[in-house]
């Protein structure tokens, strides 16, 4: 009779640019049995966010490129989760790409990874869209190859898990020879989750991918509109209907909170808030912003991309909340053109709108209720 085979250890996990805990947490979710060794990140607001939640994880403050191959050795890991900056590559930034400073340490990474004494057996990489057409993309890739690594890319948004928030983001995964991927496509984007009983995988080609990224459709994108270049200039060219939006634009929105395989927002909203007020919009900026502001209600099933300034700025940093449920947009931004400023605050008024709080935003990107933001969070808004 045969012996059961031996339980395997678990994991040994470096987390780089660990952030508050994102990896880590969905480390937790995937059920691998692993151990983060060790995460390291400079963010010092970021880093009592992580010690917060993760007491008995060992936490490093220092610069990656400040390590040497003899401390990463010294941890013994065969995974590694990193998220690099991505400023260097978002549509609204310099895209200055490699010759962005804040690149030092992920090229770092890319130079130690050969001289490690031990391959870590599996990588996986966060980014921005824009990321997968940059120089940081090819120089890793190449890494990867020399290393003897086979690799898969991903292009996913949390609408991909039904999940009502913009927010696409590449990703790549990758295992130490000999190890595969059952779903491997070379020279080609994933833009949702391998289906093994289905031939029908949705693909782009990186070649192909190029030709979309402009500068158009990265503006629209940046709104939350998912639809082609030609949708977006079609609807440039219609009437405004209210606020700053078209027939198309309500049309697109109205298909998006009918999708009924995504969740409501109402189903990631706080419960038993009880004081709302430091999350209302103040009076000056509904006036200065009412037009642009991406408004959202409770049974919508949409809501766009938050970034760092939400709450600080207004205009193109995620989806406000329309807390009155009885009071319909378009009935409040009508003849808003014509009327004076106190009949405009008196108006948008009715509509009670707020940001998203910080647990409701976590709640969004898909962290687990266990996860405390700590007293840090609320400095967005106190």
């Known amino acids: 009779m045969m ?41 010092t607001v970021a880093n009592e966010v992580y010690k917060h939640n993760f007491p008995n994880t060992y936490l490093c403050p220092k610069t990656i490129e ?6 990463f050795n010294r941890l013994d890991f065969d995974m590694i989760l990193m998220s690099p900056p991505c400023q260097p590559f978002t549509r609204i930034g310099s895209q200055k790409d490699v010759l962005d400073p804040r690149t030092k340490s992920f090229l770092h990474i890319l130079d130690i990874l050969p001289r490690l004494s031990k391959t870590p057996k599996y990588i996986l990489l966060e980014n921005v869209k824009g990321f997968e057409t940059s120089v940081a993309r090819d120089n890793l ?26 927010r696409l983001r590449y990703f790549l995964i990758a295992k130490f020879r000999p190890d595969t991927f059952c779903f491997q496509t ?25 030709q979309t990224l402009s500068t ?40 998006q909170d009918n999708n009924l395989s995504m969740q409501m927002i109402q189903d990631f909203l706080e419960e038993g808030l009880q004081d709302p007020s430091p999350y209302f919009i103040p009076p000056k900026f509904l006036l200065r912003y009412a037009l642009i502001l991406d408004i959202v209600g409770q049974t919508c099933r949409r809501s766009v991309c938050f970034t760092k300034g939400y709450g600080h700025y207004v ?16 009935l409040v931004f009508q003849s808003f053109e014509t009327i004076s400023e106190d009949e405009k ?19 969004l990107h898909g962290f687990p209720p266990d996860f405390s933001m700590y007293y840090v969070f609320l400095r967005k808004f106190r």
């Open 3 to 43: 012996e059961p085979e031996a339980p395997r250890p678990p994991l040994r996990v470096l987390e780089l640019y660990s952030g508050i805990g994102g990896m880590h947490f969905a480390l937790k979710e995937s059920c691998i049995a692993a151990e983060v060794v060790a995460a390291i990140d400079i963010n």
């Open 66 to 71: 400040g390590m040497t191959v003899d401390e």
């Open 141 to 166: 890739i190449k890494t990867l190859e020399s290393c003897r690594y086979t690799y898969q890319a991903f292009l996913l948004s949390p609408t991909t898990l039904g999940i009502p928030n913009s």
């Open 186 to 210: 070379f020279n080609q984007i994933l833009e949702h989750f391998p289906d093994h009983d289905s031939t029908d995988l949705k693909l782009t080609e990186v070649s192909s991918l190029n």
């Open 216 to 255: 158009d459709g990265n503006k629209k994108e940046q709104n939350n509109s998912e639809s082609c270049a030609d949708n977006s200039k079609s609807q440039a060219n219609e009437t405004l209907l209210y606020k700053l939006e078209t027939s198309g634009h309500v049309k697109q929105k109205q298909n």
């Open 315 to 330: 205009e193109g940093t995620g989806s406000v909340l329309k807390t009155a449920s009885d009071v319909e947009l378009a």
């Open 345 to 363: 605050l008196t108006q948008l008024s009715k509509l009670k709108l707020r940001y998203f709080t910080p647990r409701e935003i976590a709640n």
